[in-house]
């Protein structure tokens, strides 16, 4: 199932381990919830824990983005067919989670 | 194939549950919101995930295909016991105060260990103001603390009786003024300002030698703490002095206020706040604004009250000054140093802190200050807030 170009294994091997920090830090979320009811984030962490939360939390908010972009990528892709394609659906992963990222950077200093 | 369709119908639904519940639901949306948003990224969040493991650990095809037809089912079920074995919500009745704590209310069945206090809340002083369990939670199951109830600041219980804290850090509140009480006395430096609150001068000086001298020749601002505990502050209040001088980038204040016992517990905390309106307060209300750590245990250690967790005020700063030195509790820039001596009618704070970068439109710098009173605590504090101007001569 690995595709053969490289841009298209970088997606591929990002994809997953974005996919697996985020398992890890969804895990995280849910044994919060349950224990102490807190809420989405881990309680605002990006708020609440100085420059290393926010940095934590653009990080994870990039991952997210890039995890969904190229999975809808992928989608897209099984019925496009031509695997040039990957490179653009990788570029356009990576410029949607960086945008993505920068656009939440003033909500974490209290920007509306 | 149904296990791809499983992974990526969980993606979709997920994404857009939580988009959805960052961005447009809040702690005033209703609580059946909440739930059904928060099922939602649940379920659809271990599904995905359980599918994608599956995936990358067995690449599609490294298995058999009873493995692969069990997948979805053991996904579902992980998903369905994760939330049989977390909180249940639902919403209550939100018509109004529900006194949980009231003899015969189903909560204090299971939550009789409290001893009477939610954190640093009492609860047999707000049960008596009928302000119980279901004004501030949607907790059905009596299991969990789950979603804290927004309140409006218009419709909001605490200012019912804290009238005091609206005013505190919200000059621009109707009534504001009214509830400030007294403006500062007037001393050299200092003038009242409007709405109550009161301006001191921070006179400034060279060096942290002349600072020492400069504050014991200055005449401090001084002003009423006000307490809604008036066993434990004679008439509810007590009387505060302040006074301030910069140096070398460095705010140098001293506090002294009257305390007849020395108690554990005894504070003092003081809060640097770049903006004195804070953003969403009117919307979100006293707790979700900033005192949600107020009624949270679990965030203390033993003997020690938090009095604040900031939430949304992302620039506040505040430093708590005990016997055993000074605390920050939120993030700031540099190091707050000083000192907390027992004098024979109270107490007296020194310390220096460096200036904070952000300044009120007057270039000033905005203080709020409140003192405690043992353990559990009774504070009070100074119902306006306490605008320091940082261009002043030198005494």
Known sequence: MRPPLRIGRADFYLRRASGLVLVAF????????????????????????????RALELTLVALLTYHACSGLAQWALERLAPARHHTLAFVLSVALSAAAALAHLPSLYGWP | MRLAWAQRLSAIVFMAAFIVHVHWVDGASPASHHVTLLLAIVVSGVVHAATGLFVVVTDYEARPRFVRALAPFLAAAAGGAIVAAGPRV????????????????????????????????SLEEHAAASVGCETCHD????????????????????????????????????????????????????????LGAAQLCAARVITAKEADAALSRLEPVTFDLRSSDRERFLDGK???????????????LELAWDDPTDDPGDRVDLMTLAEVDVPHFARLGCVDTCHLGDATPHRMSPGEAASLFVVDVARARELRVTEAG?????????????????EPTGWR???????????????????????????????????????????CAGP
Do not use: N
Not at chain 1, 27 to 41: D, F
Not at chain 2, 354 to 360: C, E, H, N, S
């Open chain 2, 90 to 121: 639902a919403a209550t009745d939100a018509s109004g105060p529900t006194p949980g704590h009231l003899p015969g209310a189903p909560c204090a069945a299971c939550h009789e260990g409290t001893e009477g206090r939610h954190g640093s809340v």
């Open chain 2, 326 to 342: 000074i605390a920050e509790l939120s993030s700031a820039a540099g190091r707050a140093s000083g000192t907390l001596t027992r």
């Open chain 2, 139 to 194: 907790v059905v199951d009596g299991r969990r603390p789950l979603l804290a109830r927004s309140w409006p600041i218009e419709t909001s219980p605490c200012v019912q009786c804290h009238e005091d804290a609206w005013g505190g850090f919200m000059p621009s509140a109707p009534g504001a003024a009214a509830s400030a009480g007294p403006a500062a006395s007037v001393g050299e430096g200092v003038r009242p300002l409007g």
């Open chain 2, 238 to 252: 007590t009387r505060m002095r302040l006074g301030a001088v910069t140096y070398e980038g460095t705010l140098a």
């Open chain 1, 26 to 53: 969804f895990a995280a979320y849910l044994v919060l919830l349950a224990r102490e009811g807190r809420g989405i984030w881990l309680g605002d962490v990006g708020r609440s824990a100085g420059w290393a939360g």
């Open chain 2, 349 to 391: 704070a020194k310390l220096t802190v460096p200036l904070p970068p952000a300044r009120d439109p007057s270039g000033g710098v905005t203080l709020g200050v409140s003192v405690f009173d043992g353990l559990p605590k009774a504070h009070a504090l100074r119902p306006a807030p306490i605008s320091v101007r940082l261009d």
